[in-house]
């Protein structure tokens, strides 16, 4: 632990270092100016951030008299991040750099649903991203791998507490990743994860309150209250698959019944598609092979862009339930954003129009006027690029840099 001047020291490195990111290219003058240090002390600082390469300059700005001062500018490639996201069925992570740029992908499904099986498949993810390290760069470390997966995570220990899909019990990931791979790993829930994404590099850039919800086999919402990531007291905010929204509706896995996961989630929607292929005409039938069982939510979705009829009602009812939910939570927790992401959320505007009308018709107006609801502008990518972006969060909230 660091004490009096070096801590003092580590402060306003870290100080100049949150300046210069924040506020792009500037003069030693200027980062003297806006923090309230000493001309010597910003210069000393400035030294050693360009020795250890977290800023770079780059040539003179306007002269006010004298010499022209040299600007300097944040540098994103000063460490490598590692982000990756264990959903229900599959694995993706990437290596970005500290702008939340991918230099490489992996993307993998999952058929297990042996918790320790997938902590294996997450390590070799890391492995093989690791060893692209020196392809793809100058000679930078890597800072360290944030992981959203699904389930109740205990964030401060690291521990995966709990996840219907798994089977699991309080595993230790991060600790476990940690000894295998040598380098710090910090977890989040997935939807979580997904919503810091967004806001670091996605369609939530600077907004300070918003909420993502993960359309997929099962429901989630990330939510950003002020800024930060709200987990509740027990890490178990954002339930909303558990909402009720239909009286006398479907038993849930959850053990009550008419949750919105029931009628909204991917599942909801191939049991709906198995439903009415046997009633009516559609091209769902003919892109399953006649096959109820080999019906998913990306049959219905590709049926709709084809301008099947029955699968685009499909996926408007889903959205429809979806909005009634949303509009709650509109309503609940004034979000300035609500950004529809997850598997599921690929359907569009099939899925994403129906929404926006269900959740609007149900916001007070006060409410509704202000608040965006928008696709996630992130992808496949908004859950590993969180974990990369909380992996960044925790580098420039440390009193000292790695
Ligand atoms: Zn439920």
Redesign the pocket.
């Known amino acids: 632990m660091l004490v009096g001047p070096e801590l003092i020291r580590a402060i306003n490195k870290q100080r100049v270092l949150r300046l210069v990111r924040s506020a792009g290219a500037m003069s030693r003058a200027d980062l003297a100016e806006r923090t309230g240090l000493t001309r010597p002390t910003v210069s000393a600082v400035v030294a050693e951030l360009l020795e250890e390469g977290w800023v770079e300059e780059i040539g003179t700005g306007e002269s006010s008299g004298g010499r022209p001062p040299i600007l300097l500018r944040f540098n994103p490639r000063a460490r490598w991040v590692i982000g990756a996201e264990l959903g229900a069925g599959h694995v993706r992570a990437v290596l970005a750099d500290l702008a939340g740029n991918v230099f490489d992908r992996v993307k993998q499904r999952v058929e297990s649903h042996d918790p320790l099986v997938e902590v294996g498949q997450l390590e070799r993810a890391m492995k093989h991203l690791l060893a692209q390290v020196p392809k793809k760069g100058p000679p930078i470390p890597v800072a360290g791998i944030g992981i959203g997966i699904t389930g109740v995570i205990d964030t401060e220990e690291g521990i995966w507490r709990y996840s219907p899909h798994y089977k699991v019990r309080d595993l230790p990931v991060a600790q476990m990743l940690q000894e295998r791979l040598l380098l710090p790993v910090w977890l989040e829930n997935d939807a979580r994860a997904m919503a810091w994404g967004e806001r670091s590099f996605g369609a939530a850039k600077g907004v300070d309150n918003l909420a993502f919800i993960r359309v997929g086999v099962g429901l989630g919402a990330g939510i950003i209250i002020d800024g930060r990531l709200y987990g509740g007291a027990y890490q178990g905010a954002g339930e909303i698959?558990?909402i009720m929204v239909k009286e006398r509706g479907l038993r849930?896995?959850?053990?009550?019944?008419g949750?919105?996961?029931?009628v909204g989630s991917a599942v909801a929607i191939a049991r709906r598609a198995v439903q009415r292929m046997a009633q009516e005409e559609t091209l769902i039938r003919d892109l399953c092979g006649g096959d109820p069982s080999q019906v998913i939510a990306t049959t219905v979705i590709e049926a709709a862009d084809a301008g099947d009829r029955v699968a685009q009602e499909i996926l408007a009812e889903a959205g429809r339930y979806l909005g009634i939910g949303i509009g709650s939570m509109i309503n609940l927790l004034n979000p300035a954003m609500v950004i529809i992401g997850g598997g599921t959320s690929r359907a569009g505007d099939h899925l994403i129009e129906p929404l926006r009308q269900a959740a609007l018709e149900r916001t007070l107006p006060a409410l509704r006027e202000k608040v965006k609801i928008v696709r996630t502008a992130l992808g496949e990518d908004a859950g590993p690029l969180g974990g990369a972006a909380l992996v960044i969060e925790e580098l420039f909230r440390a009193p000292t840099l790695k």
């Open positions: 698959g558990h849930c896995r959850c053990g009550s019944d949750c919105l996961e029931t």
